[in-house]
């Protein structure tokens, strides 16, 4: 039962921190899916904390030795969002002036600032 609650927060505190980075983010993010690519955060952090082993059923005397891996896990699934968006984010057309343009490394960058902010701030 521990564990289910343990997911349902990471879940919690990955939506928050999407939110603030799409708050944090002035300009059309609703353009080329920006605000759409940077929800797959959720999912990606929930798989990289799940295959390091961080739900476990119960809590462990050393929970700020774990600190540290959760927050690389944070950093790894940034940067593994990013990539994505990288990969998936349409790219403007040939001499196309970009006029009022949101890049998603600037969201991505915003998204880890975000996750790091909230998983500091509400660590299991």
């Known amino acids: 039962m521990h564990w289910?609650?343990?997911v349902v927060l990471d879940l919690a505190a990955a939506a928050c921190s999407v939110v603030l980075?799409?708050?944090w983010t002035s300009g059309p993010i609703f353009e080329r899916h920006i605000a759409?690519?940077?929800w797959?955060?959720?999912p990606v952090l929930v798989l990289v904390l799940a295959s390091r082993r961080?739900?476990?059923r119960r809590f462990s005397a050393h929970f700020l030795d774990e600190l540290e891996r959760v927050l690389t896990s944070v950093s790894v699934s940034a940067l593994l969002t990013l990539a994505l968006g990288v990969?998936?984010?349409p790219r403007?057309?040939?001499g196309e002036a970009p006029g009022d343009y949101v890049r998603p490394g600037e969201v991505g960058v915003k998204l880890w600032v975000c996750a790091r902010l909230v998983r500091s701030?509400?660590?299991r």
Do not use: I, N
């Open 54 to 56: 961080l739900h476990r």
């Open 21 to 23: 980075a799409l708050w």
């Open 92 to 94: 403007l057309a040939a």
């Open 36 to 38: 759409m690519w940077v």
């Open 4 to 6: 289910t609650a343990t």
């Open 40 to 42: 797959e955060f959720v």
């Open 87 to 89: 990969l998936e984010v």
């Open 121 to 123: 701030l509400t660590q």
